[in-house]
């Protein structure tokens, strides 16, 4: 089993946080890979919980935003990280895809953990 975790932490893993556009068998799903990640909808959060307070709570749990949401662009720019985002460019596919989509790029997302960028966009190539 393969977990990724932060680089200079002491076995600290990176978690995400899938926003409410995208499935929430996402984080069950990538769970080896990701433990501890959650979809909004298992924190509580209402379903239209602003991008505002999704933000704020991913940043006081040291979390990753993954989102098809374009507005967590703007709110990167606006505020900085913490947290980082993964926003998922042109996200109209099935779970499955998505899934293997972020499996692909689980290094570069664990990579932008520790990395000056706030952001990652990911394109579906195919």
């Known amino acids: 089993m393969l977990t990724l975790h932060r680089r200079g932490g002491s076995g600290s893993r990176v978690e995400l946080l899938f926003d409410a556009n995208l499935s929430p068998k996402l984080a069950g799903r990538l769970a080896e890979l990701f433990p ?3 979809h ?16 704020e709570y991913a940043r006081i749990n040291a979390l990753v935003i993954v ?9 990167a720019k606006e505020r900085g990280a913490p947290p980082k985002v993964v926003r998922l460019e042109n996200c109209n596919y099935k779970t499955a895809r ?5 499996r692909r790029n689980a ?5 932008l953990e520790h990395s000056e960028r706030p952001v990652l966009v990911i394109r579906n190539r195919g």
Do not use: P, Q
């Open 36 to 38: 501890g990640s959650a």
């Open 40 to 55: 909004v909808f298992d924190t509580g959060l209402a379903r239209f919980t602003t991008d505002g307070a999704i933000w």
């Open 67 to 75: 989102t098809a949401d374009s507005d967590f662009l703007d709110l």
């Open 98 to 102: 998505v899934e293997a989509l972020l």
């Open 107 to 111: 290094v570069r997302i664990a990579e």
